[in-house]
């Protein structure tokens, strides 16, 4: 991910992607404090990225389609929603550590 938004209010939490365009390569959006997801009012797949709170991947959703709940995913903290593809194209795993730099709102 090369630019996103951090969720991380009530509102913009709750919000997340809902009725916003695809994310484009390299964008996404990081919901902080999240363990589970879903997909209810989206009209696009997402790839999801479960992070504990030292950012290291806990959990993954490949291409999670549009009007699905995520499991809740025990031991994460945050989670980044990324396009779907984001996961392969950078071979993510699980236990990989992930940096975030300077987020903004």
Known sequence: ????????????RLRGLMGAAPLDE???LW??????IHTCWMRFALDVVYLDR???VVALDVAMPPWRFG????G??????LPPGAIAATGTQVGDQIALIHLAE
Not at 71 to 74: C, D, K, T, V
Request: glycine fraction near 12%; charged fraction near 25%.
């Open 76 to 81: 994460a903290h945050s989670v980044l929603e």
């Open 31 to 36: 919901i902080k404090p999240c363990n589970g």
């Open 71 to 74: 499991r809740i995913r025990r």
């Open 1 to 12: 991910m090369t630019q996103g938004r951090c969720a991380d209010r009530p509102w913009s």
């Open 54 to 56: 030292e950012l290291q």
């Open 26 to 28: 390299g964008q996404g």
